[in-house]
């Protein structure tokens, strides 16, 4: 509180007590004129203590006011904040989404290309190993036709008197059996060069048809050289006969499989 207004206060007190004096010592008059003067200054005092409430108040309110813009404000830009953030961090995922589908775009046609080149190279590579066998098959049945004609010669010369044999017949005979000796290795060595070029198909095959029997894996290798029943029959040792009756137990299971 100032020092005018604790003056003015006690100048309201004085001047209530001069009116309740002059009111005992019968002087209505000035006792009226003090209190007038008294109800003056009290209401003087009174608006301005009301004014400066007013003051109070409305700098109070000013300043919650100015506060809670500020708040409202500084709220405001955290929400921008943020949506910068999320905005920043959204783009960045998304471009990151994007970079990994692109890589995984590259990378797929990458490996497609790769396996497509490999199965280029792996045809190829079986188209020439299946031709080198067909080559082959059809020297073993060159050569076993030639054995077909040492055995006919072979018994021509047996049902002669075998006691009474010149010495070039020995000779010739000789020679013929050892002539079948090499059909028989040729045949040996094919036998084996169609397992050894075939072990990736008989895996296929076993993981498809797992109750074929090693002779219906076998002939599936020749089919696969478009060989005929005969030329089969020949190169195998085994009759038409025996050759179909395989095909056919081969075809049943497959009938069989795909009917599952």
């Known amino acids: 509180?100032?020092?005018?207004?604790?003056?003015?206060?006690?100048?309201?007190?004085?001047?209530?007590?001069l009116s309740w004096l002059k009111r005992d010592q019968k002087d209505f008059e000035k006792?009226?004129?003090?209190?007038?003067?008294?109800?003056?200054?009290?209401?003087?005092?009174?608006?301005?203590?009301?004014?400066?409430?007013?003051?109070?108040?409305?700098?109070?309110?000013?300043?919650?006011?100015?506060?809670?813009?500020?708040?409202?404000?500084?709220?405001?830009?955290q929400r921008f904040q943020f949506f910068v953030v999320f905005l920043v961090v959204g783009i960045l995922v998304l471009i990151l989404i994007i970079l990994w589908i692109e890589f995984a775009r590259r990378k797929a046609k990458f490996v497609n290309?790769?396996?497509?080149?490999?199965?280029?190279?792996?045809?190829?590579?079986?188209e020439t190993k299946d031709k080198e066998?067909?080559?082959?098959?059809?020297?073993?049945?060159?050569?076993?036709?030639?054995?077909?004609k040492v055995k006919n010669g072979f018994w021509e010369i047996i049902h002669q008197?075998?006691?009474?044999?010149?010495?070039?017949?020995?000779?010739?005979?000789?020679?013929?059996?050892?002539?079948?000796?090499?059909?028989?290795?040729?045949?040996?060595?094919?036998?084996?060069r169609i397992t050894q070029s075939n072990e990736d198909f008989f895996r296929i095959l076993l993981s498809i048809y797992p109750d074929l029997k090693p002779s219906e894996l076998k002939l599936?290798?020749?089919?696969?050289?478009?060989?005929?029943?005969?030329?089969?029959?020949?190169?195998?040792?085994?009759?038409?006969?025996t050759i179909e009756t395989i095909r056919f137990s081969i075809r049943k299971k497959n009938e069989s499989f795909n009917n599952r």
């Not at 000779?171 to 002539?179: A, Y």
């Not at 599936?220 to 006969?241: F, G, H, P, Q, V």
């Open 1 to 17: 509180m100032s020092r005018d207004q604790k003056l003015r206060n006690e100048e309201s007190l004085i001047l209530e007590r």
């Open 31 to 77: 006792a009226y004129q003090y209190i007038e003067s008294y109800h003056a200054l009290s209401d003087s005092l009174m608006n301005d203590k009301i004014r400066k409430e007013s003051a109070e108040l409305l700098e109070k309110y000013e300043s919650e006011k100015k506060t809670n813009e500020i708040l409202v404000l500084n709220a405001e830009k």
């Open 113 to 126: 290309a790769l396996i497509k080149k490999e199965k280029i190279t792996l045809e190829k590579l079986i």
């Open 133 to 148: 066998l067909t080559l082959h098959a059809a020297q073993v049945l060159r050569i076993q036709g030639e054995i077909e």
């Open 161 to 192: 008197e075998i006691p009474n044999l010149e010495q070039s017949k020995k000779i010739q005979i000789e020679s013929l059996i050892e002539f079948k000796e090499i059909g028989t290795e040729l045949l040996e060595d094919f036998d084996k």
């Open 220 to 241: 599936c290798a020749y089919l696969r050289l478009n060989l005929s029943t005969k030329e089969m029959s020949d190169i195998l040792n085994k009759s038409a006969r």
